[in-house]
């Protein structure tokens, strides 16, 4: 089983539409998550941090449940801009940050 | 200018070969990486330094070394080159802050081909 999982997609959908990425992680001892954005051919760069208490940033909301060991991130009203893969990301300690394979997303006007 | 820059961008070259992948920083990170990205599978860690004398391998380092020669470079070889080592290379930085993990800042990647 890997560390962590995410559904691979792609997903399609159109301009405005909601959508949600899922992710588990394997470590119970995890300590911190993150959603990381990766365009095509592009280095993945950090779009937000996921807490316990939910977080959101505009149009993008993370949540993390640690019982189930488990992250989301929830996008509104989506953008042709907003087309990129998604890296569920988990720190588990030390050096260990652990990449998720990612969730490719496709917005179509 | 990027903060974090990867030379070569685009590299093909013969199996036994000896690669030299550099990565040089303007952030005056402490912290330094080095992963590998391959379709369907996740960023992975070659080798982590978290200053300059300090050298730590990571989940795959095998047929891979690396070289911190200052806080703002770090070198990743591959000293005789295979196919199955073809894939998307990235740097990456990271700051330092006790008790806590914080953003790593990547390069643009170097794509690595092994014929």
């Known amino acids: 089983r890997k560390e962590v999982e995410q559904d691979p997609g792609p997903f399609n959908v159109p301009e405005g539409a909601t959508v949600a990425f899922n992710c588990t992680y394997s470590?119970?001892?995890?300590?911190?998550f993150f959603w990381y954005r990766q365009d095509c051919r592009k280095e993945p760069k950090l779009l937000m941090s996921?807490?316990?208490s939910g977080n959101e940033d505009g149009r993008f909301t993370a949540q993390l449940n640690r019982a189930s060991q488990y992250i989301s991130l929830l996008i509104r009203d989506s953008k042709l801009s907003d087309s990129a893969t998604y890296l569920c990301?988990?720190?588990?300690?030390?050096?260990?940050?652990?990449f998720g394979a990612g969730t490719r997303l496709f917005v179509k006007a | 200018d990027a903060d974090v820059t990867q030379t070569p961008r685009n590299r093909i070259t013969k199996t036994g070969k000896r690669i030299m992948l550099e990565c040089s920083q303007t952030?005056?990170?402490?912290?330094m990486y080095w992963y590998r990205q391959d379709p369907g599978l996740g960023l992975r860690l070659i080798y982590y330094?978290?200053?300059?004398?300090?050298?730590n391998k990571g989940e795959i380092s095998d047929g891979y070394s690396v070289s911190r020669q200052a806080q703002a470079k770090f070198s990743l070889s591959l000293e005789s080159a295979i196919p199955n080592q073809t894939a998307l290379y990235f740097c990456?930085?990271?700051?330092?802050?006790?008790?806590?993990?914080?953003?790593?800042?990547f390069g643009p990647g170097t794509r690595l081909t092994v014929l």
């Open positions: 990456a930085t990271s700051d330092r802050l006790a008790g806590e993990v914080n953003e790593q800042f």
């Open positions: 470590n119970s001892a995890s300590q911190s």
């Open positions: 996921v807490y316990s």
């Open positions: 990301v988990v720190y588990t300690g030390g050096f260990k940050t652990i």
């Open positions: 952030k005056g990170h402490d912290r």
């Open positions: 330094s978290f200053d300059v004398k300090d050298i």
